[in-house]
């Protein structure tokens, strides 16, 4: 664990909030972390480590991934059919994405 005493107490408690590394991770020696996102001052912020390798296909199924895994999360908290929350998830992802298009493409980060 990290000493935390010497951060200030914003970072402090950032860190007390840390996700647990999720089960059966440890056990994989080749395992790494690849993206870390957070919301600060009402928007989203992220890292993604800049040498993951892969085709523009396997960055799509990382992000189908995490659509899917998103999804499940949501129908649980807010108890809502998984089904309702995949079309409601997909509809805002669209709607943004296009909106982003035509205001002259997608920014780069």
């Known amino acids: 664990m990290e000493d935390v005493s010497k951060f200030t107490p914003e970072v402090q408690q950032m860190n007390a909030d840390e996700l647990s590394v999720p089960s059966g991770v440890g056990a994989d020696p080749a395992a790494f972390e690849i ?3 957070w919301v600060a001052h009402g928007r989203l912020s992220m890292n993604l480590r800049h040498d993951v390798e892969g085709d523009a296909e396997d960055f799509g199924i990382l992000l189908a991934d995490l659509f899917s895994h998103a999804c499940c999360k949501y129908a ?3 108890g809502r059919p998984l089904m309702e929350c995949r079309e409601s ?3 805002g992802f669209l709607q943004h994405t296009h909106a982003r298009l035509r205001r002259g493409g997608v920014s780069e980060h």
């Open 35 to 37: 993206l870390r996102l």
């Open 76 to 78: 649980q908290r807010s």
């Open 89 to 91: 998830m997909l509809m």
